[in-house]
């Protein structure tokens, strides 16, 4: 809910350009949501976004924005982790409204520019693609090269993490005194960074759990059963951004590579920035929610339910202001939001499952094979498995399936690991699907609109992921 509102609030002032019409729908009680922008937007506004990045002046202040946008939503989301339920609990409804209007209103603004993401993603993604084109003859070998420009040169957030995991490891193993195995410590100082920069990772939209000392140390345990060379790994993360610029080096030579390259960098930063804000801001949030459900009397998933002025009117009537029953049981069914040139209108219950369906349509009977882009190169076969929330992707994904999503976020991260293949709906060269598939080497085929409505659980595909085609055997 505060992405649409944001994004209609703020994008032209922010971004430079509007998103002028969008959609978002929720089945809350299937843990389903589904995102829609309309494409001339897209168009437009990646065009706008990356002719300008290619002044490295206009880049450098454009993401400076970004980071200021982006400090001053965590920070207002620090402010609610670090009051807590216990001490939000004691704080007036004045108190807790102008948290939650800071908390909001700063929210909006990180979501309103970071959006721009996509449209780059789509534009980047042609430019490359074409500049590739004149420099490389041999299709194969085009796909190549686009792989490794795609490639971004400094470790995400999960290779990051799992660096500092190793590195516990290894200061474990070697933290031995003789005769007492078990006496063996965890380094306080990585255990700290741990939990300080990567407490976030394992949540999900709907808030979910922070990471603590206990699975932390569940997951060096983990390590230690499953890696042998632990030395061998460290090494490994630690040449890798070497590694990805030496292969780049050749085709940086052409300047408009070069140029765009840069702007792929930057992006592909903000990409990682944009998953820790929607995480942390979102878990804030949910904080003041189970307090107000608390407060108020009424289910935390209710809440979750309405936009925030009704959240904010609810607490200005300290309560009394009640949500209806009727409304909100067609609203846990679905609800579905069109903005148009910054008006909003909304669907509830049957009503909007239908404006969703009209609106989502496409006519995919009879196909058998359909494409996206390649984000991370390689074949698999394997059966598929529709996962339409992360909850969905742990329970269903086991070793050798393909993942078949509309979009991936951090919570996917361990389905991800499992997968022959990934394939989705959205996405450009620089989303998470891409950037993660591309590190730990799974074949994936991103942005291709419609693999969750043409493919279905227990069908038997080829991922083709050098040239982003999917093929249905069975």
Known sequence: MQIVDGMAKYSAELVGKPFTKMLYSAEQLNDRSFWGWWQL??????KFLVENSKDNTWLKEHVE????IINDAQQSAAKVKQLGLARLSKLSNNGLYDLYADLREKTEKFHALSMEIDAVDI??????????????????????????????????YPKKEELLYYKLVLDFQKNKKPGNEKAREINKELLTKLLDEYWWTELNW????IRTVENIKKGVNDIIKQTKDINKHIKQLEKYRAETLNGKEKYLKDKELAVLNDIFEAYALL???RKETQLKTT??????????????????EYLELYMPEKILALIKSEGKNKLDENETTARLGCVTIIIENKKITSAIGKEALSVKEKEFSADIQGIRDFSGLPASLGKAVGKVKIALSAADALSKIEKGDILVTGMTMPDFLPAMKKAAAIITNEGGATCHAAIISREFNIPCTVGTKIATKVLRDGMLVEVNANHGVVKIIK
């Open 41 to 46: 937007d897209l168009e437009i506004m990646g």
């Open 65 to 68: 924005l970004h980071n200021k």
């Open 123 to 156: 534009e980047l993604e042609n430019q490359l693609r074409a500049r590739i084109a004149k420099l490389v003859g041999i299709k194969r070998e085009q796909n190549e090269a686009y792989a490794i420009m795609t490639t971004a040169a400094e470790l995400s």
């Open 206 to 209: 709907r808030a979910g759990n």
């Open 271 to 273: 990409h990682d920035k």
């Open 283 to 300: 878990y804030s949030i949910y904080l003041i929610l189970e307090e107000l459900a608390a407060r108020f009397k009424i289910k935390v």
